[in-house]
């Protein structure tokens, strides 16, 4: 990756994550607009990355784990972790670059962090201000508090595992394109090229879990994305193949940690606080 110069005060926010890579800052915060289905093809950057969209829903991949992220919460990466993001609805992002050693308690594996009312706004108040703050004023304070709500936020379990065995994976990826699809492990031999037992032993085996399993994951993964942008439960919980909301309600909760009705709390109070 070429190295930039670093942005001064008086040039206009660049958009190319090249420019905040190499800034005498700590943190380094850049804000991009994406339309629906836009996607990022898989690069890497020199600092960890703090993924965050104030709208709109990201999957993003690594080569081993995928995620939905939808408002009110971030993936953090380290340094040098190959990912891959794509746009589901126009998403306003917001992302910092953050110097490895910033703070001794920021995660060291890629992780889905809750995003609280207060980082939320430290990051815009953050934005802002210019790329190289000073440190000694509202920039600094912002930055300062930012690293601390990141070291403390509460991780969420909203990981997909991803398979490295190239018939699983081809398998894997339409699953993910095609949530609702109803095949059953029979009707995934010609996509992937291996039998029902060895696509069984596969999962078993890269992915810890049976077909059905993960196929529930990616399931509830791809309703949570329903769920924030306002679609019916009752809607939801039909096309995911179950025959009533409560019994879609329940499994959610145990899967997802978390009840599809709080989601739409988190949203309302989102939306309360962008308009205040």
Request: hydrophobic fraction near 35%; proline fraction near 9%; charge should be positive.
């Given at each position: 990756m070429t190295k930039q110069k670093p942005l001064?005060?008086?040039?206009?926010?660049?958009?190319?994550?090249?420019?905040?890579?190499?800034?005498?800052?700590?943190?380094?915060?850049?804000?991009?607009?994406?339309?629906?289905?836009?996607?990022?093809?898989?690069?890497?950057?020199?600092?960890?990355?703090?993924?965050?969209?104030?709208?709109?829903?990201?999957?993003?991949?690594?080569?081993?784990?995928?995620?939905?992220?939808?408002?009110?919460?971030?993936?953090?990466?380290?340094?040098?972790?190959?990912?891959?993001?794509?746009?589901?609805?126009?998403?306003?992002?917001?992302?910092?670059?953050?110097?490895?050693?910033?703070?001794?308690?920021?995660?060291h594996v890629p992780s889905v962090i809750e995003v609280s009312p207060l980082l939320r706004e430290l990051v815009l108040a953050l934005i802002d201000e210019p790329v190289i703050y000073d440190e000694k004023g509202r920039g600094g304070a912002a930055a300062f508090l930012i690293l601390s709500e990141i070291a403390r936020a509460r991780r969420l379990s909203l990981m997909i595992p991803m398979p490295h065995d190239a018939r699983l994976l081809r398998v894997c990826n339409a699953l993910l394109a095609d949530p609702a699809n109803r095949y059953t492990l029979d009707g995934w031999t010609e996509t992937a090229g291996a039998s029902v037992r060895t696509l069984a032993r596969l999962f078993e085996n890269e992915l810890g879990m049976s077909f059905a399993a993960w196929r529930q994951r990616v399931r509830f993964h791809n309703a949570f994305e329903a769920i924030i942008a306002g679609e019916p439960i009752s809607e939801v919980a039909r096309r995911n193949g179950y025959q009533s909301p409560s019994a879609f309600t329940a499994a959610f909760r145990k899967a997802m940690v978390e009840a599809p009705s709080s989601l739409r709390v988190e949203r309302s109070v989102t939306r309360i606080s962008a308009a205040a």
């Open positions: 001064k005060h008086s040039q206009r926010r660049s958009i190319d994550a090249r420019d905040y890579q190499s800034v005498p800052r700590p943190l380094a915060a850049m804000p991009k607009t994406f339309n629906d289905g836009q996607e990022i093809e898989p690069h890497h950057h020199p600092r960890d990355q703090f993924i965050y969209a104030v709208s709109g829903v990201m999957r993003v991949r690594t080569g081993d784990e995928a995620w939905i992220v939808p408002p009110d919460r971030a993936v953090y990466l380290p340094a040098q972790m190959d990912h891959a993001i794509t746009m589901r609805g126009r998403v306003e992002m917001r992302t910092l670059y953050i110097e490895r050693n910033a703070h001794r308690d920021l995660p």
